[in-house]
């Protein structure tokens, strides 16, 4: 059983930060991307960040020069440092991870329980 879980969402103005983490847990063989997601009300979940067992970054356009994505050095957890946030940027955000559970065994899609975050004055 492999479980996801963030933490670090919560309330904050415009112009602030936060940093949200993700952890994965239990039978992994590998990872090959981890990344940050985002839904806000009455849209479409999109992709806000990925990073690749590489390094490799992938950004939205909106959050290019503002957020940056990070990996533990234990590999399986993931950080989103957010700067400068934007009421535009308020949504649940949820970490993913395209993992294997063993060598012979396909890629899946794992997704976390998301974390809300808010940015309002």
Request: hydrophobic share 35%.
């Amino acid at each position: 059983q492999v479980q996801l879980v963030e933490s670090g969402g919560g309330l904050v103005q415009p112009g602030g930060s936060l940093r949200l983490s993700c952890a994965a847990s239990g039978s992994i063989f590998s990872i090959h991307v981890m990344g940050w997601y985002r839904q806000a009300p009455g849209k479409q979940r999109e992709l806000v960040a990925t990073i690749t067992d590489g390094g490799s970054t992938n950004y939205a356009d909106s959050v290019k020069g503002r957020f940056t994505i990070s990996r533990g050095n234990a590999k399986n957890t993931v950080y989103l440092t957010m700067n400068n946030l934007k009421p535009e940027d308020t949504a649940v955000y949820y970490c993913n991870a395209i993992l294997q559970i063993a060598a012979v065994q396909p890629l899946v899609n794992y997704w976390g329980q998301g974390t809300q975050v808010t940015v309002s004055s």
